[in-house]
């Protein structure tokens, strides 16, 4: 008797099943359901035998490692090795920073990007560097050509090494099948949406088939010891989309963005089970590949200079060159200070309703900043229009960016020129004082490199940067709003 198929909705957006459609997810997605068809787990796990990597179609791990589907016995943790210390280089410094120090073994990381970003140039670096050192790296490829992946590693390298591999397929059960045989120290799977398996009826790219393959290749990882790169493309609005629903299962998620017209491109974590969040790797897309910048903050920070670097600080009369509404805020991201530029411009609003824009700073965080503007410096911007935006494309946690983007409101608003070599950081409250913020010393450090003249910095945090002696940086320690803005103009 021939088998009867089942069709379910899934949510693309959080991967809900569903019997039947719904036109608002619990999640709160509006129209993402989509139809799914299944095979009953009757009769999925007769396929299951074909491979010893699963159990049944859902992924309830029934037949799992153990071939049999025995049980596994539980062992004592102080017994267990820990894989803290065991990492592979990639070979690619920031891409080691992002990840916490390098691949750690039976991980699953998820990178995710725009199409024609650089994500597949950017692990087959990766693969080519650890392949030269004697590693076997697998490159499963179900969008590109084997010819197609050579023509790019060209461009990389002059000499390919032979533990790259490459391996055409899109069912997940051929590539079990090879890594199984090869184990590889590397596996790289490019892309997930293109991947199947003939458990499932639906098609390749839909929520069900990304979790069930994902499932597999976790299941690779944890049990062989192999770490595992599985690439992914997101949506016109910059979103994960079917990925999402795998976001729990990986164990890190990358993602590298930049702008096609430009070659800049930063490469951050949104999870990382093995290292911080916070870091950030910066590259340069080039014609023989990516190319590490290990200086950020000099890349982010306009080409003419803020600080005392070449034509940076003098007009050709002595004088200082002076710009409203543009001033250099630093923030520490991981290991590493990072200054960066934040510009804002006021601008008489032709509606009745002001626009409040922030490209790089959380707009709920800026009203809140103008608000206490208004209430403790006198300014009034209700009938003015607020753009705010940080050059680089980088969207900064945390407060440190706070005085800095209320100076330059204010500087644009009144007409005040902020001088060139001009640095501000710290939190303001809510009654207009400025407090505290973390690792000033070191940002003071970065900025005095540079050739920075003045940092304007919260009060409590002056005697430590006092003791760090940033050389040629003067310190300007402020306790309120209106300090800082006296300080501006004196």
């Known amino acids: 008797m021939a088998t009867k198929k ?3 909705f899934v949510c693309s957006e959080c991967g809900y099943e569903s019997a039947k459609w719904m036109g608002q997810c619990i999640c709160g997605a509006w129209n993402s359901f ?4 299944v095979m009953p787990a009757a009769a999925s796990s007769k396929n299951a035998g074909r491979s010893g990597l699963r159990g049944s179609a859902g992924g309830a791990g029934a037949g799992a490692f153990g071939g049999a589907g025995l049980p596994k016995k539980a062992v004592p943790l102080a017994g267990v090795t820990s894989g803290s210390a065991d990492r592979l280089d990639t070979g690619i410094g ?6 916490g120090g390098g691949l750690t073994r039976g991980t699953l990381t998820l990178i995710a ?3 024609g970003i650089g994500k597949s140039t950017l692990i087959l670096q990766a693969a080519i560097h650890m392949a030269a050192r004697g590693l076997t790296c697998l490159y499963v490829s179900g ?4 010819e197609q992946i050579r023509m790019r590693a060209d461009r990389l390298t002059a000499s390919i090494p032979d533990g790259v591999l490459m391996l055409n397929e899109t069912d997940i059960d051929a590539v079990c099948e090879s890594v199984l045989s090869l184990r590889p120290d590397f596996l790289i799977i490019d892309s997930i949406q293109t991947m199947y398996t003939e458990e499932l009826s639906s098609a390749a790219g839909g929520v069900s088939q990304i979790r069930a393959c994902s499932d597999v290749l976790m299941r690779i990882g944890k049990e062989y010891g192999i770490p595992v790169f599985i690439v992914a493309h997101v949506t016109k609005a910059g979103e994960l989309a079917g ?9 890190c998620v990358l993602s590298f963005s930049g702008e096609r017209e430009r070659d800049f491109r930063l490469l951050t974590a949104s999870k990382n089970r093995f290292g911080t969040t916070s870091e950030v790797g910066a590259f340069d897309m080039r014609e023989d590949g990516l190319c590490e910048i290990a200086d950020l903050s000099g890349v982010l920070l306009d080409s003419e200079g803020f600080g005392g670097a070449e034509g940076s600080g003098s007009d050709g009369a002595g004088g200082v060159r002076q710009a409203e509404g543009m001033i250099v805020t630093g923030i520490y991201e991981g290991t590493r200070p990072l200054l960066m530029e934040l510009q804002a411009l006021t601008a008489h609003a032709g509606s009745g309703f002001p626009r409040r824009t922030a490209l790089g700073v959380d707009g709920a965080r800026l009203a809140m900043l103008l608000a206490v503007l208004e209430k403790k410096a006198g300014l009034y911007l209700g009938d003015s229009d607020v753009y705010v935006n940080i050059v680089g494309g980088l969207r900064p946690d945390g407060t440190s960016i706070d005085l800095a983007c209320a100076l330059a409101v204010w500087s644009s608003a009144k007409g005040v020129p902020i001088p060139y070599g001009t640095l501000a950081v710290g939190e303001i409250g809510l009654s207009g004082e400025i407090r505290s913020v973390r690792h000033t010393d070191r940002i003071a450090a970065e900025a005095a490199g540079l050739g920075f003249r003045t940092l304007i910095l919260p009060a409590k945090n002056a005697e430590t940067v006092k003791k760090a002696k940033p050389r040629g940086l003067a310190l300007v320690p402020a306790r309120t709003i209106q300090d800082a803005i006296a300080a501006l103009m004196s």
Do not use: C, F, M, W
Request: proline share 7%; net charge negative.
């Open 94 to 99: 920031e891409l080691n920073r992002v990840l």
């Open 243 to 251: 990925p999402k629903v795998i976001e729990h299962l990986v164990d």
């Open 34 to 37: 989509v139809e799914e068809r």
């Open 6 to 8: 089942q069709t379910i």
């Open 143 to 146: 969008e590109e050509s084997a």
């Open 113 to 115: 990007g725009e199409p």
